[in-house]
């Protein structure tokens, strides 16, 4: 079953510019967000926190890589 949560506020600013690319990702059982600008500009990752329904920044995704 799918469950549809109204907390993208994080992730608004960096999807105003139709040029980034998002990706919803699992990792280690955890929702990850990673918007990519275009050429490579930024990367931003963000978390979602299950507990309080909201996404994060996540500096570091500890021992995992982004293939």
Do not use: H
């Not at 992730?11 to 139709?18: G, H, I, N, R, T």
């Not at 919803?24 to 507990?51: D, T």
Request: with cysteine; aromatic share 14%.
């Amino acid at each position: 079953m799918w469950r549809i949560f109204d907390s993208t506020k994080k992730l608004d600013s960096f999807m105003d510019d139709p040029g980034n690319r998002a990706y919803l990702v699992e990792c280690k059982g955890e929702l990850i967000s990673i918007v990519v600008a275009p050429m490579g500009e930024f990367v931003r990752i963000f978390k979602f926190y299950n507990r309080t329904k909201v996404w994060r920044v996540a500096y570091g995704l500890g021992d995992q890589t982004i293939c």
